[in-house]
């Protein structure tokens, strides 16, 4: 497949990677960081909610997939704490499923997995019990669209305010950003529910996990580019550090990672896109094999190759990347929780050559 991204795209990331390079992320979260977990600051929700960038996926913006990669990207760059491409993919559903929303921030909340939640359906109602756990960006949401199979089979979409759930902030590696526990126990009616087509709870965990690959992608990327400017910097025995063979080899199998692993995502985001085209009315099972093989070779790819990125920029960086003032723990902390929470690399090499996955 001949792919590339087209002048448009290519200038949507480099002006929203401008803003956050610009707004840094990182300095303000190192003011807030010793104080409870990284809130997104109101200057950045305002700058994405203007820009509209959370409508990204919806009919009305008729973004794509590919469109929200390259935002990603940037955001994983600069380590943002702004959940992006979730809540693009949370107002997504909301439309798909015909519901309506109060016109904030809707995070989806995906059953399956970690999540275990019973959902149990009758002719007008649907009662949801049960856990989300590790779910970015809860504190600063409005709204949840869950995401599940119900008890007869039928796969549904339920809207649930903020106050409706009971949202528990949890500590974990990632210091970038908040990480809650959702617990949910309500009964709702219609219209605050509706059943989605089939396969829609797969299509959206491919979705959700392709997009946390891009955040690490996106991380990747600034620990090569850190590399980069420190081994020209630093100097040993009279010479800067980049000039030693080893050092050069280490940013090049760098250098060839993150590129390799953004056309492996390249591919499965528009994987995704061509599953989701208005166009598509009926979709084969060597079409839908096609586009899970392309997001979990992306998957096994990046998530091995990030944690290979994030090692080097450690040993390039030496006795300084171990230091909590430098940045580059920040950074590697944030790949190992995207690894960690978009599903683990062996998951999606066995499902790539077909074998079961484990309970």
Not at 72 to 77: D, I, L, P, V
Not at 186 to 202: G, H, M, N, Q
Not at 328 to 335: S, T
């Amino acid at each position: 497949m001949d792919f590339a991204l087209s002048v448009e795209q290519e200038d949507l990331g480099e002006v929203e990677r401008a803003w956050l390079e610009k707004h840094d992320p990182i300095r303000e979260r190192r003011r807030t960081i010793d104080d409870g977990p990284a809130r997104v600051p109101a200057e950045l929700r305002r700058h994405v909610e203007q820009s509209g960038l959370t409508g990204l996926l919806t009919a009305e913006a008729g973004g794509t997939n590919v469109d929200l990669l390259v935002l990603t990207e940037a955001h994983g760059w600069a380590g943002s704490p702004f959940p992006l491409s979730d809540l693009a993919i949370g107002a997504r559903i909301v439309e798909q499923a015909g519901l309506v929303a109060d016109g904030g921030l809707v995070l989806p909340l995906l059953a399956g997995g970690a999540h275990e939640l019973r959902v149990d359906l009758t002719s007008d109602t649907i009662r949801l019990q049960g856990t989300f756990a590790l779910v970015p960006g809860a504190l600063d949401t409005d709204e949840f669209v869950v995401v599940a199979r119900a008890d007869d089979g039928r796969e549904v979409a339920v809207l649930l305010r903020a106050d409706e759930v009971r949202v528990r902030g949890c500590d974990t590696l990632d210091l970038l950003r908040a990480w809650s526990e959702i617990s949910v126990d309500i009964e709702v009616c219609t219209p605050r529910w509706a059943a989605l087509p089939d396969r829609t709870v797969e299509a959206i965990s491919d979705q959700l996990a392709v997009f946390r690959a891009v955040d690490a992608l996106g991380a990747s990327d600034r620990l090569l580019g850190m590399s980069v400017t420190y081994a020209g910097q630093r100097t040993q025995f009279g010479r800067p550090i980049g000039s030693f063979q080893a050092v050069k080899h280490h940013l090049a199998g760098m250098t060839l990672t993150v590129e390799a692993g953004r056309s492996a995502l390249w591919a499965a985001a528009a994987a995704l896109d061509d599953l989701a085209s208005p166009e598509t009315t009926a979709i084969d099972a060597a079409a839908r094999d096609t586009g899970a093989r392309a997001v979990s070779a992306a998957l096994a790819f990046v998530g091995a190759g990030a944690g290979e990125v994030a090692q080097l920029a450690l040993q390039v960086h030496g006795g300084i990347g171990f230091t909590w003032e430098h940045d580059v723990h920040l950074f590697i902390r944030r790949i190992k929780t995207d690894e960690l929470t978009g599903g683990p690399v062996a998951v999606h090499r066995r499902r790539l050559v077909g074998l079961p996955t484990p309970g």
